[in-house]
T-cell receptor, first 112, second 112 residues
Framework: DVKVTQSSRYLVKRTGEKVFLECVQDMDHENMFWYRQDPGLGLRLIYFSYDVKMKEKGDIPEGYSVSREKKERFSLILESASTNQTSMYLC???????????FGPGTRLTVT | RKEVEQDPGPFNVPEGATVAFNCTYSNSASQSFFWYRQDCRKEPKLLMSVYSSGNEDGRFTAQLNRASQYISLLIRDSKLSDSATYLCVVNKIKAAGNKLTFGGGTRVLVKP
């Protein structure tokens, strides 16, 4: 069974803090993704990576950066958290052979 | 206009009834189509792929209409456990990363 894990289920941070969200997958998938999900807006892609050290901007990359130093791990970084980054953050992975994305359980981030 | 549009619902469905709903997509060159299911406070999971010829998986039937740029999902003999949000998903270009675009979801509530 594919397993995608995220470092925290719930996180509360203050405005201006640097925030790290970590995602790990155990299926040797090449592709990894970070989304945020907000009511009425659905899932929006922030960044994705199709290989180690490779990254591509998604639809809403502003205010975020990512790091992929190892194949199994994809980190999302909020350099200076703001209240409009309060959201549910979902990580996903997929192999190059199929398009199916497997999601982690999500991190609900609140920025106060 | 959103790339993938869905009626947010909720669709209130008596147990045992049939429910159907559509999703429209804006990019006529879109190549792959899927339905994902998301339970309350859980991550999305692939329900089924959607093929040009239409396909069925148990009580679920998915159809693709390329001419009118919509896909549909029909659920027969609805069960209480079918209550969830159904996400319409489109892959515009099969390329490195296989970036998917998600609709906002259609909420289905099956009631006894």
């Amino acid at each position: 069974d594919v397993k995608v894990t995220q470092s925290s289920r719930y996180l509360v941070k203050r405005t201006g803090e640097k925030v790290f969200l970590e995602c790990v997958q155990d299926m040797d998938h090449e592709n990894m993704f970070w989304y945020r999900q907000d009511p009425g807006l659905g899932l929006r892609l922030i960044y994705f990576s199709y290989d180690v050290k490779m990254k591509e901007k998604g639809d809403i990359p502003e205010g975020y950066s990512v790091s992929r130093e190892k194949k199994e791990r994809f980190s999302l970084i909020l350099e200076s958290a703001s209240t409009n980054q309060t959201s549910m953050y979902l990580c996903a992975s997929s192999s190059v052979a199929t398009e199916e994305q497997y999601f982690g359980p999500g991190t609900r981030l609140t920025v106060t | 206009r959103k790339e993938v549009e869905q009626d947010p619902g909720p669709f209130n469905v008596p147990e045992g009834a049939t429910v159907a709903f559509n999703c429209t997509y804006s990019n006529s060159a879109s190549q792959s189509f899927f339905w994902y299911r998301q339970d309350c406070r859980k991550e999305p999971k692939l329900l089924m792929s959607v093929y040009s010829s239409g396909n069925e998986d148990g009580r679920f039937t998915a159809q693709l209409n390329r001419a009118s740029q919509y896909i549909s999902l029909l659920i027969r003999d609805s069960k209480l456990s079918d209550s969830a949000t159904y996400l319409c998903v489109v892959n515009k270009i099969k390329a490195a990363g296989n970036k998917l675009t998600f609709g906002g979801g259609t909420r289905v509530l099956v009631k006894p």
